[in-house]
């Protein structure tokens, strides 16, 4: 792939308690128009989600999120993810990604964690947690003095505050959740997974 931030205008951040409902989520998720998936490392369902559909959706590219150490990143890569997503980030962390060979969004909340990946040569990373570290004038305010930095903000965004984001310049895309309501997964209403997915695709048209 080019680049994670222009596969679709919204990367769902998604939480998988049962992986016996990473395949149909996935595929719900592609038939609303948002291809690039990012599984978090965050329950013991993680990987074994990410090999399932690594596996059995093909049209999907699904991700490793909260990433933080080197084993996240071995593991992500054996269970099949195509990138990987970090909260923040380390010397240690991102020459583990760097490694991996898979395209990575190594997370930031500063001017200054953003300078440093820029000498590192990355110029692609997440602002996280986006809301609570500034939201949209914050990022407005970083496109003067660092431009060769493009954003996938995370944390807070919702349908409502997304077109925003993406309409700055520095942002590919915007991580999000709001497309997988709880009551929705608890209910395994696949279809309204995929509507909400549908009004989220369409951000940018």
């Known amino acids: 792939m080019t680049s994670v931030l222009d596969l679709a205008p919204v990367i769902p951040v998604v939480v ?6 990473a395949v149909p989520l996935a595929r719900a998720l592609v038939a609303g128009g948002l291809p690039a998936i990012e599984v978090t490392l965050r329950t013991p369902a993680a990987l074994d989600a990410i090999r399932a559909i690594a596996a059995e959706v093909p049209q ?20 099949g ?45 997440k602002f996280f947690p986006a809301e609570a570290a500034g939201g949209t004038a914050y990022l407005k305010s970083l ?8 954003f996938c903000p995370t944390g ?7 077109p925003s984001y993406l ?31 549908a009004e989220a695709s369409a951000l940018r048209a």
Do not use: H, Y
Not at 69 to 75: I, M, P
């Open 16 to 21: 998988i308690e049962n992986a016996d409902d």
């Open 60 to 79: 999907a590219v699904v991700g490793a999120g909260t990433v933080i150490s080197a084993a996240n990143v071995d593991a992500a890569v054996a269970a």
């Open 81 to 125: 993810a195509r990138f990987l997503v970090s909260p923040g980030w380390t010397d240690r962390l991102l020459d583990a990604m760097q490694r991996s060979g898979r395209p990575f969004l190594p997370g930031v909340s500063t001017t200054s964690e953003a300078v440093a990946l820029l000498e590192r040569g990355v110029t692609e990373m």
């Open 156 to 162: 807070g965004v919702s349908l409502a505050s997304a």
């Open 167 to 197: 309409a700055l310049p520095n942002v590919g895309c915007v991580g999000g959740t709001w497309m997988l309501p709880a009551d929705a997964l608890a209910a395994k209403d696949w279809g309204r997974v995929t509507a909400l997915a």
């Open 143 to 150: 496109a003067g003095p660092l431009p060769q930095a493009r």
